[in-house]
């Protein structure tokens, strides 16, 4: 099963995953690592996708900005 | 490991599953307390606060752990606290968190005052031994089939400090993130299962305790992909008979004397297509009599119903297993969902195959007429507010309201929650309620307190210890009556929109309180 991990900084918008993950219609299991300062802030940010999904497995991990990049 | 939730799920509603669904109302008309013994009474526990009888999902993610050599244990929500001063790892399911599910919603949104349920589960992560474990460590994860409401209430979330929401088939993912749980290891905040990652029957493993009034799966899935149900995304699994059995022999090792067979359709279990498997049917069902005097089914479809009669006579044929000298009758939930023909050629439109979405209302009334018949009894919903609803579905809803009047069922309006395909969709709010919307619920109303009233005395409670209950129902029934029929005048004296700006506010406003 193809994998993909993505990280969405602060400064990206969070409806550029939208974009990214269309372009992999392949990848059934997406990492998520979202930055923002507190860990359900980083939830909140990517909701509206979370809420569109439906086909694939997802795992949404907070990050503080610029953790382990 | 604690494996736990609050009292309105852990619970077996004095063994009669239909009085659950009061845990989705607000206590009106008697006092709160009064309320949850009527629908929630405590369950039995041995001496570990172990509850003899455990919500079947919790049984499932407790079969999983216990599997993978986790020493895991369901206990009941009073007998928490000698176990959290040990527990690293805190297991929380429910249906209906904080009252965003059907019917839950409506009522909230109706009365203006939160469902039991909502205000048991936050009682539940407010007690002073959860906060404490919390200070110390303890890390709690959530799921069950209400997860996606965790995405809405993210405050609650802050509130009390969950670490992981599980929304999905959780089987194949829990053992990973206990172990990580159990090990100090980073947890992901939110997981969502999709459909490559469920489990296949061989890996759902077999529950090692009983479930709440004998409920066993027989199947995952459903292959009808209506587009407003969650269930539908997920792939069509059938149990084979052996590992049913199973579950029934630990149902019935705990002392239980009836079943609940669930699926979103008993009666296409081991179809091929949605041709029914008349064989596969019989067995099943002289399985589950073997061991239970009483069953019941927890979903059928309509469609399937008349199809599976007209063509096979099925319904006559698993009537007569399932009706003996401990049963006469059968309850069932069923989806009409609306009687438009429009809508449900956009929304639903495999619900009435093998017929064409055109004789939908047909297909209903048919089907009610077979089941009023062979002493089945539905509950069935129907959906207010679905996107793209035009005045004329919701006359011909209530048109086929009509045409149902004289067939026993409860019917149950629900408004739309933005689930399976059209997660994304906009709910339907109490601001939204047309004149259309309250003749419909009026209807409903009057039709199940008739029908309600009927079984209430005639069939569904038996024998002197449910007195009390039947009691209390008769009384909150006449209360209801009392309370509709002022709302009733009020309507009519003042308007619909003078009405909506009464006592009652939106769920979504009531949410935030």
Redo the contacts between chains.
């Keep these: 099963?193809k994998e993909a991990r993505i990280r969405l900084s602060e400064s990206t918008s969070p409806s550029e995953l939208t974009r990214l993950i269309s372009q992999a219609p392949d990848v059934?299991?997406i990492v998520l690592e979202v930055e923002a300062n507190?860990?359900?802030r980083?939830?909140?940010r990517v909701?509206?996708f979370?809420?569109?999904?439906?086909?694939?497995?997802?795992?949404?991990?907070?990050r503080k900005p610029g953790e382990g990049e | 490991m604690i494996i736990t939730s609050d009292r309105t799920m852990m619970s077996n509603h004095h063994h009669k599953e239909f009085l659950g669904f009061f845990t989705t109302g607000p206590p009106i008309g008697m006092p709160e307390k009064l309320w949850m013994w009527l629908c929630a009474p405590k369950l039995k526990v041995d001496r570990w606060g172990r509850p003899i009888e455990a919500p079947y999902g919790l049984r499932k993610i407790e079969a999983a752990l216990l599997d993978a050599g986790i020493n895991a244990a369901i206990i009941d929500p009073d007998h928490l606290s000698r176990h959290l001063r040990h527990a690293k790892v805190l297991m929380i399911g429910h249906h209906d968190f904080f009252a965003m599910c059907s019917p839950s919603v409506e009522w909230w949104a109706i009365t203006g005052v939160e469902p039991v349920n909502s205000r048991s589960f936050k009682r539940l992560m407010r007690r002073p031994e959860i906060r404490e474990a919390k200070r110390r460590g303890l890390r709690i994860i959530v799921g069950g089939p209400a997860a996606?409401q965790w995405?809405w209430r993210?405050d609650y979330?802050?509130e009390f400090g969950v670490d992981t929401i599980v929304d999905g088939e959780a089987e194949k993912v829990v053992v990973d993130l206990v172990e990580k749980a159990l090990n100090g290891d980073?947890l992901?905040?939110?997981?969502?299962?999709?459909?490559?990652?469920v489990p296949s029957v061989d890996e759902i493993p077999v529950i090692r305790g009983a479930s709440i009034n004998g409920l066993i799966e027989i199947m995952r899935g459903c292959p009808r992909g209506c587009k407003f149900c969650s269930v539908t995304?997920r792939p069509l699994r059938y149990y084979p008979l052996e590992k049913i059995e199973e579950e029934l022999k630990v149902n019935a090792r705990a002392g239980l004397k009836s079943c609940i067979l669930h699926s979103e359709d008993v009666l296409v279990y081991g179809a091929r297509g949605l041709e029914p498997n008349v064989e596969a049917l019989l067995k099943l069902h002289k399985l589950a009599k073997k061991y239970f005097g009483t069953l019941a089914w927890s979903h059928v479809t309509l469609a399937e119903v008349k199809y599976s009669q007209e063509k096979y006579r099925l319904i006559d044929k698993l009537t007569e297993v399932i009706y003996d000298e401990h049963q006469d009758w059968i309850g069932v939930e069923v989806g009409i969902e609306t009687g438009s023909v429009r809508l449900a050629k956009k929304i639903m439109p495999a619900k009435a195959a093998p017929y064409p979405s055109e004789k939908w209302p047909e297909v209903v009334e048919d089907a009610f007429a077979i089941m009023h018949d062979h002493r089945i009894v539905p509950a069935a919903t129907l959906i207010l507010g679905l996107p793209e609803e035009r005045e004329e579905d919701l006359v011909a809803t209530l048109e086929l309201l009509d045409r149902l009047k004289e067939y026993r069922s409860l019917i149950v309006p629900m408004f739309f929650v933005?689930l399976?395909?059209l997660?994304?969709r906009r709910w339907f709010l109490r601001e939204q309620i047309n004149e259309l919307h309250v003749e419909i619920l009026r209807k409903c109303l009057w039709h199940s307190v008739r029908w309600g009233e009927d079984m209430v005395s005639r069939m569904y409670f038996r024998g002197l210890r449910y007195e009390p209950v039947k009691l209390l129902l008769r009384l909150f029934l006449a209360y209801v009556k009392r309370k509709a029929r002022k709302v009733e005048r009020q309507l009519e004296e003042r308007g619909l929109e003078s009405a909506k700006r009464g006592r009652a506010v939106s769920v979504v406003e009531a949410s935030n309180q």
């Design positions: 099963m059934r299991r507190d860990r359900v980083a939830v909140e909701r509206d979370l809420l569109s999904n439906i086909s694939r497995t997802i795992f949404v991990y907070a | 996606w995405l993210t979330w802050r980073e992901p905040l939110y997981v969502y299962v999709g459909p490559d990652d995304l933005p399976g395909v997660r994304d």
